[in-house]
């Protein structure tokens, strides 16, 4: 069983930046592909970032490649999403979940595939 703790959302003004982290309880957590995904309400929830077990892979939505950053310590039992340059829209509930496939080099994107999520932190980003 693995449980997974989103931490460092809040309110920022466009053009700013949040460190999300994900912190993750488990024996076999390090060994597990991770993703972010977000949601606003009425809509979908959407993939942001994506990070294979050992981080040897990532990969980003389009809306946010080349202003965000994904990563891990598995030492520490943890998975980052660094936000830099944020604006309006990407104001919404961003979740980690954890895929249990112990050592897998590929990072996935789809929400159906993760097995394991945590609460949600909220971003808000303002004008």
């Known amino acids: 069983?693995?449980?997974l703790v989103e931490?460092?959302?809040g309110l920022v003004q466009a053009g700013g930046s949040l460190r999300?982290?994900?912190?993750a309880?488990?024996?076999?957590?390090?060994?597990?592909?991770?993703?972010?995904?977000?949601?606003?309400?009425?809509?979908e929830?959407?993939?942001?970032a994506a990070i294979s077990w050992n981080g040897a892979n990532t990969i980003y939505a389009d809306s946010v490649r080349g202003r965000w950053t994904i990563s891990r310590d598995n030492a520490k039992s943890a998975v980052y999403?660094?936000?830099?340059?944020?604006?309006?829209?990407?104001t919404a509930v961003y979740y980690c979940a954890a895929k249990q496939d112990q050592y897998l080099s590929t990072a996935y994107d789809?929400?159906?595939v993760y097995d394991y999520w945590g609460q949600g932190t909220?971003?808000?980003v303002a004008s």
């Open 1 to 3: 069983q693995v449980q």
């Open 7 to 9: 931490s460092g959302g």
């Open 20 to 23: 999300l982290s994900c912190t």
């Open 25 to 43: 309880s488990g024996r076999t957590w390090g060994t597990f592909p991770m993703g972010w995904f977000r949601q606003v309400p009425g809509k």
């Open 45 to 48: 929830r959407e993939f942001a």
């Open 81 to 90: 999403l660094q936000m830099n340059g944020l604006k309006i829209e990407d």
């Open 110 to 112: 789809s929400s159906t």
């Open 122 to 124: 909220q971003v808000t």
